[in-house]
């Protein structure tokens, strides 16, 4: 098996606002974070570092916010070494059973990638993080699903984001 350098990873949430706070101030570090280079170490002062549960910390770098249209959709990405942080977000789950999470990944190297759900809604697919990537796939429109799960996703989608539209 070959691996990647890095995961691009992405994420939205879906729920209450009030606990998608929640899960923004228990899983997020606003804090300065160090990052190497080849000369010296330089404070990157924008970074957010990614805390899984019970203090224990998840390797992110590149994290970025995304800017949605409702206070109950949240989205954010980011980028790990070599695969998506399957433990940690089964556990985030876990302690946070009534939010939805909608998670994507795509290796550097294209080998893999992985989409679903944890805490699936009723129709939604659990993540899986061994899927192909289809040929084409950055040249094409970008659907990982056939053409009727696609519709199937985005109606799910569609759902969640018209019972959690609070502004």
């Known amino acids: 098996m070959i691996f990647c350098d890095e995961m691009w990873n992405s994420v939205d949430v879906y729920g209450s606002p009030a606990e998608i706070e929640r899960f923004k101030a228990t899983c997020f570090d606003p804090v300065p974070v160090y990052r190497q280079n080849c000369q010296d170490s330089e404070l990157d002062e924008e970074a957010i570092v990614m805390v899984g549960l019970v203090g224990s910390r998840i390797d992110t770098w590149n994290f970025r ?65 061994d899927y192909d990537v289809p040929p084409n796939y950055w040249n094409a429109s970008p659907n990982k699903r056939d053409p009727m799960a696609e519709l199937r996703y985005q109606a799910l989608v569609a759902e969640l984001k018209q019972k959690f539209c609070i502004r």
């Open 65 to 129: 916010q995304r800017a949605t249209k409702s206070a109950g959709h949240y989205r954010f990405a980011f980028d790990t070494l070599m695969w998506f942080p399957t433990r940690e977000f089964e556990r985030i789950a876990e302690a946070f059973p009534s939010l939805a999470f909608d998670c994507d990944c795509i290796a550097d190297n294209d080998r893999s990638m992985g989409f679903g759900w944890y805490n699936p809604p009723e129709g939604g697919d659990p993540f899986r993080d």
